[in-house]
């Protein structure tokens, strides 16, 4: 008798088990939105996908949105047969800035042998990647021998790259990894630190342009003794502009990738020459005071 409850216990535990086991796959499965590239400059072709797996007895039909912050980009239409999963994709032009991409399954609907639709609580409806910043592309036009300014740039790159090519043939592959992990946290900290300077920036901007009637100004009247418009002035303090003029030019710096290596390169150099002067003139110094003992 002990053993048949005790039996009883656990096929009816397992059977709860099965059926939130059951209730939870039925959504977006794990690791389940995705953008190819993973990182994409401006004006690429993107693909971003999601994948949706249907656990109920019966087929599950509901549409499938794409947003990219709160834009959408798609809706895809779906009937997933039971136990089936389903790959849903919208290929479209990256732009400059901020983005943060989503998939969302609503109207779910499970559909019966009989034709009657009922209602599904999807556990897992709604997915979203991290939200990540393009930077804006810089335009360079390459002409082998022109003498416009973008022939230069375009023959300067290419010299750039041949001997960038060079150097990379001859380094160690665990020497080069280590300079591509390094260079990527770099390049990840100042695409971080862009998109929170233009958020600050835009917050700024929003302060300033905000306008509230200028009560220091009386505003008459006009024909007929109607009221004009009122006077209107920003009620932003010098605070908000000196706010706005940093962050837009910290977000310039940051933005984009050619100003912000040259800056850091330029001030890496003032400072190595800055400390190699200071170790020459001690070391004219301490000759000096040994000539004279």
């Not at 034709?115 to 979203?128: D, P, Q, R, W």
């Not at 990527?184 to 700024?204: E, L, V, Y």
């Not at 400072?271 to 000096?288: C, E």
Request: charged share 20%; aromatic share 8%.
């Amino acid at each position: 008798m002990k053993k048949g409850s005790i039996l009883t216990a656990i096929v009816f535990a397992s059977m709860i088990f099965c059926a939130q086991t059951s209730l939870a796959t039925t959504g977006f499965v794990d690791s389940p939105i995705w953008i190819i590239p993973s990182k994409p400059d401006d004006t690429d072709m993107v693909k971003l996908s999601a994948v949706f797996r249907n656990e109920e007895a019966d087929s599950i039909s509901g549409t499938i949105f794409f947003y990219d912050n709160e834009t959408l980009l798609a809706q895809k239409a779906v009937t997933i047969l039971p136990g089936d999963v389903r790959l849903v994709s919208t290929n479209f032009k990256i732009t400059a800035g901020s983005h943060q991409f989503s998939a969302t399954m609503s109207n779910a609907a499970t559909l019966a042998g009989s034709g009657k639709l009922g209602v599904v609580v999807v556990a897992k409806a709604t997915v979203s990647l991290p939200s990540q910043f393009v930077p804006k592309a810089v335009p360079i036009t390459a002409q082998t021998g022109g003498d416009t300014v973008g022939g230069s740039e375009g023959l300067i790159l290419d010299e750039i790259e041949k001997a960038q090519t060079s150097v990379l043939a001859v380094i160690p592959e665990p020497t080069k990894k280590a300079v591509a992990e390094t260079a990527t946290t770099i390049d990840s900290w100042r695409a971080d630190n862009a998109q929170s300077f233009a958020k600050n920036r835009d917050k700024a901007q929003k302060a300033v342009d905000h306008k509230v009637p200028d009560t220091s100004k009386p505003s008459g009247t006009v024909l007929g003794g109607a009221k004009p418009a009122p006077i209107m002035k920003s009620d932003a303090g010098p605070m908000e502009y000196v706010k706005l003029v940093v962050f837009s030019a910290l977000a310039f710096l940051f933005m984009y990738p050619a100003v912000f290596y040259f800056i850091a390169a330029f001030l890496i150099f003032i400072i190595i020459r800055f400390i190699f002067r200071r170790i020459a003139r001690r070391g004219s110094g301490d000759q000096g005071h040994l000539a004279e003992h």
